[in-house]
């Protein structure tokens, strides 16, 4: 099937796909880089005028964006962390042999099916809320003061709802790729006398590494853009203390009918999520190397 | 030292028992092979050794120390799989390295005794490959480089040749052989290739159903075979065995005759029968001979490679009398 004829007419056939693709991708981000040179706000029609760099000097020195850069970070880093570390732990203990092993991973893998403006409206009146929630009810019934999760802790907080919603997914992925581990290394390591720990570390750490790197790149590309979370908790606040980049733009044009400067955060988002890329690739793309 | 004992051991999955009592003394400096046909509980048998199965009852001894409860670790064996069980993400110098390294071997003694196992295995230009660029020989060779850095009382191979082509299998057999006259250490080697079994063993432990059938070196299961399982199982091609008015003539259930020991003559002999399928080997041909009013099963007869038969042709076969394998009702040899 690698004829010259076959190779060509290949070609023709997945052209469509392509160039659908290409002009669905093109066509927002040119309209989005055009924007953001221009002063466009909703509350002025008709009076889009050119204006530069302007909309992104305004966006790069707001206090907000330094503020919104971390937070995005934190929570990014903070989430994958959480369910790297947390998914494998998970992943071994359902790799034993146990009763009702396929429930509980039907039940392990539920939270990923649960949306995430209704899981953090859950979280946020059941369980973390300091009058009603479960949380406030446990601590008062040790005679401890109830904690309110959202005002004090509130990056912490969503960092922690995130990682609930993604813990399936990082736990489901390593399982498989768990399962997949020859048992007899397992045997030959324990022969050449390598204790759990060692086993742990030398022998199921290193096979795993490919399925933790696609855990981590995926869980990127989704984590750089957590919404919903913060809009149904937070909003963002208290003042700028869960806002991140997505969350900021969205205010910038949204809220402040800006879209000159929300089209200039986008670019600037869409370039940090190119350095983020650029740089995972670096330290962690050659373990998909085959 | 590596004198391993068996006492009474068994082993059941569940409600299936895998392995009915079983006694067995494996002495110093031995090549063992366990060989039977698949399922019959060999390799059980060799993890049970191993420690990578808890036994269910029974005692095992090493060097008369009960090591039924020992961790695999400690009980001094190493163990070389049929899949090898190298580590993929190491080079071959920290495949052979990693026991040592679990044992707390030093540095330089490390490297000395991976230097020595790369030489006599021939691995030396390949010590910083991973395992994922060598061939099925050469994984073959670093997993049996890995046991033996180890130095232990006692080698356990695990059908280590199965994976491999016939021609490689031949060559890794004789050193595996060689290794085993350099080293003078114990090895138990678990295959179900007879030929395997044959050339390589001081002593074979054929077993069926997790019994052991017979014990003893390849020529005494060669020669005296204890029953009619043994016999059809030892020798390649098999053993004829004659049932039925043939048998009752010497008094017994069950004759067996090896392809061998059969007279071949296009003139005259005791049966006679047509010739089925030849099979040219060169130096010998295996003829299977039908319609000899012995029973269904065509007999093997081994002739010379030049015997000029076809296809169809009669054929008249006289067996050595003194060759004569007599089995009774119960397959025990009578």
Known sequence: ?290 | MGRITLDKVTKSFGDVNVIPPLDLTINDGEFVVFVGPSGCGKSTLLRLIAGLEDVTSGQIRIDGEDATDMPPAKRGLAMVFQSYALYPHMSVRKNIAFPMKMAGVPQDEQKRRIEAAAKSLNLTDYLDRRPGQLSGGQRQRVAIGRAIVREPSAFLFDEPLSNLDAALRVNMRLEISELHNALKTTMIYVTHDQVEAMTMADKIVVLRAGNIEQVGSPLELYHTPQNEFVAGFIGSPKMNLIRGAEADKHGVATIGIRPEHLAASTESGLWQGTVGVAEHLGSDTFLHVHDHGLGSEPLTVRVDGEMPVRHGDRIFLTPDESKLHRFDMQGLRA
Do not use: C
Not at chain 1, 55 to 65: E, H, K, M, V
């Open chain 1, 1 to 290: 099937m690698a004829t010259k004829a076959s190779r060509a007419a290949a070609r023709l056939m997945i052209s469509p796909a392509v160039l659908l693709l290409l002009g669905w991708m093109i066509v927002p981000l040119s309209m989005t880089l055009y924007f953001s040179f221009l002063r466009y706000n909703l509350l002025m029609p008709g009076m889009e005028e050119f204006t530069g760099w302007t909309n992104y000097r305004f966006f790069l020195t707001d206090p907000a964006f330094t503020a919104a850069l971390w937070n995005t970070l934190l929570l990014v880093g903070g989430v994958l962390l959480i369910t790297t570390v947390g998914g494998t732990l998970l992943a071994l203990l359902m790799d034993q042999p146990f009763w009702g092993q396929g429930i509980v991973r039907i039940l392990v893998i539920a939270p990923f099916f649960v949306m995430p403006t209704v899981s953090a409206l859950v979280w946020k009146n059941m369980f973390m809320n300091p009058v009603n929630g479960l949380f406030a009810h446990l601590a008062k019934f040790f005679g401890l003061q109830p904690y309110d999760f959202l005002a004090q802790a509130p990056l912490g907080s969503i960092i922690f709802i995130v990682s609930w919603q993604w813990l399936p997914f990082a736990t489901l992925i390593l399982l498989t790729a768990l399962q997949s581990l020859d048992q007899e290394q397992l045997e030959a390591a324990e022969m050449d006398g390598a204790g759990p720990l060692s086993r742990f570390f030398y022998i199921m750490v290193p096979h795993l590494a490919r399925a933790i790197t696609v855990v981590i790149l995926i869980q990127t590309i989704f984590l750089l853009s957590v919404f919903a979370e913060i809009l149904v908790t937070t909003n963002g606040g208290p003042g700028v203390a869960s806002t991140n980049l997505t969350y900021l733009i969205y205010m910038q044009s949204l809220l402040q009918f800006d879209v000159g400067g929300g089209s200039a955060g986008g670019v600037v988002a869409i370039i940090l999520a190119n350095i983020v890329a650029i740089f995972l690739m670096r330290m962690i793309g050659k373990n998909l190397e085959a």
